[in-house]
């Protein structure tokens, strides 16, 4: 099997079942899975109307957060959304976007009215390399697509197997959400 | 044989999310006669993968594994059957590999400082796993079911799948994967040496694939002295060197990802359990720089 192999210890046996082997030169991966209306809609099917919710968290409730979840944090990427039936508040769901050595990581975090965490879903996931993916001008090539624009690079790299991602980041973003939600939200 | 599927059963409806769970990104696809059966199936095998979660967390306190980790030794503790089928599973595949596969490395990652410290340590399942109840020996080591609750989770999650009757699906936990289905999937492997790369793809059919890697992708850009691998070698009890990794193709993703573990411990190509579990090596790259 003629492959361009990139050190002479790999090796590799290619299956009857596998396709002839190629080499792949992506160096960004992207996956759009749904939009934060359409997880909206479906973590909270029960609900009439969804509305926008300003974040509005004190000085002392963001210091709080900190405390709590381990760390200073941004609340830059979050946005709050109530799930209403009517006048009645079901939850609430925040979108947010974290930012590892490699991913950009868009998810969804449904909320019980009480603040407890519901369900979570990924909206997209991102990954690029170089050493360029904490630099400005990396999130902003983000900016601004959606499902029905996803990224000409690499577009949807579909299944990838390997050395596993550690979702490190999202997991300390939930964790900052949940904290929110117990000190902003539960109250209300 | 597989027959044709008649036309109303024809899929036309395609569907994909990803949850975190498993410590990773876990990425269901599939096609299904409609949306709603596949909504209900992807919900249905999300919430198979959260239970396989519950119950072999090494971090979380209440999971099956760590009552069993903090148990005293002599007392039987009652476990879920999956639970029970994953131990007995893990205990097979030690015998087997000569305990190049060992899922009592956990002590050896403790000590590294890659998991936390179980507040009262023993292990060593004895009883009869297949009755629910397993009892922990004196003196033995804290288990870390992580060399295989991934792949186990994958499989429930296809059976739940299957059970729906979907055309076809993927389900993906951070590489670690299974498929079934008329139209193959392709997926991409990474270069265990420099994970950002990709190097191959294959078509992968009514099969799992599983890989293990020394250099996980959040530590590839890390110094070297953070490039600790949480791969252990069971019978050295020291890290796998970094650059190295496996790629199997198996019937079952728990048993691909068993035996990825294995190929890149005793870096034998040819190791018997690969035809005791209908398994084939798709890439491998030995550890450090002495040959396979």
Request: with cysteine; net charge neutral.
């Amino acid at each position: 099997m003629a492959l361009r192999a990139p050190t002479s210890q790999v090796c590799f046996i290619c299956a009857t079942a596998a396709l002839p082997a190629m080499l792949v030169s992506n160096s960004a991966f992207a996956t759009d899975y749904m939009s934060a209306a359409a997880a909206q809609r479906l973590m909270f099917p029960g609900a009439s109307e969804f509305v926008p919710r300003a974040l509005a968290l004190t000085p002392e409730q963001t210091r709080l957060i900190a405390s709590k979840a381990g760390a200073p944090f941004s609340t830059a990427f979050w946005k709050l959304t109530a799930a209403m039936s009517g006048e009645q508040v079901l939850g609430y769901v925040v979108t947010d976007s974290v930012i590892g050595k490699f991913e950009l990581i868009d998810y969804a975090v449904a909320l019980a009215s009480d603040g407890a965490i519901k369900d979570i879903e990924i909206l997209s996931y991102r990954e690029a390399h170089g050493g360029e993916v904490r630099t400005k001008a990396w999130r902003n090539q983000f900016v601004g697509k959606t499902v029905n624009a996803p990224l000409a690079i690499g577009d949807d790299i579909a299944n990838i197997s390997g050395a596993t991602l550690s979702c490190t980041h999202l997991t300390d973003g939930i964790r900052r959400i949940a904290t929110y939600a117990r000190v902003a939200l539960a109250k209300s | 044989m597989l027959k044709p599927a008649p036309l109303a059963a024809q899929p036309s409806a395609s569907l994909r999310r990803a949850k975190p769970l498993l410590g990773t990104l876990v990425d269901i696809r599939v096609e299904a006669a409609d949306v709603e059966r596949a909504q209900l199936a992807i919900d249905a095998a999300f919430a198979e993968i959260s239970v396989v979660h519950r119950l072999m967390s090494f971090h979380e306190r209440s999971s099956d594994l760590s009552r069993l980790n903090r148990a005293r030794p002599g007392v039987l503790v009652p476990v879920d059957p999956r639970t029970a089928e994953v131990l007995r599973c893990a205990e097979a595949l030690q015998t087997e590999s000569s305990g190049a596969f060992d899922c009592a490395v956990a002590g050896t990652l403790i000590a590294l400082g890659l998991l936390p410290p179980v507040r009262t340590a023993q292990d060593d399942e004895t009883g009869d796993p297949a009755n629910g109840q397993v009892m922990v020996e004196r003196g033995a080591a804290p288990l870390d079911l992580g060399g295989i609750a991934k792949g186990y989770a994958v499989d429930r999650a296809i059976e739940v799948l299957q059970g729906f009757g979907v055309a076809s699906a993927l389900v993906n936990a951070g590489g670690d994967l299974r498929h079934f289905g008329r139209e193959a999937a392709v997926v991409h492997l990474r270069d265990p040496a420099d994970p950002s790369r990709l190097v191959a793809s294959i078509a992968v059919r009514y099969m799992a694939l599983a890989s293990s890697a020394t250099s996980g992708l959040s530590l590839a850009a890390a110094t070297p002295a953070d490039r600790r691998s949480a791969l252990i070698d069971a019978r050295q009890r020291t890290p796998l060197p970094a650059a190295a990794g496996a790629s199997v193709l198996a019937p079952r993703c728990m048993m691909a990802d068993a035996l990825a573990k294995v190929v890149l411990v005793t870096g034998n190509r040819s190791h018997p359990m690969l035809s005791t579990y209908g398994a084939q090596i798709v890439l491998h790259r030995s550890a450090g720089n002495a040959p396979a």
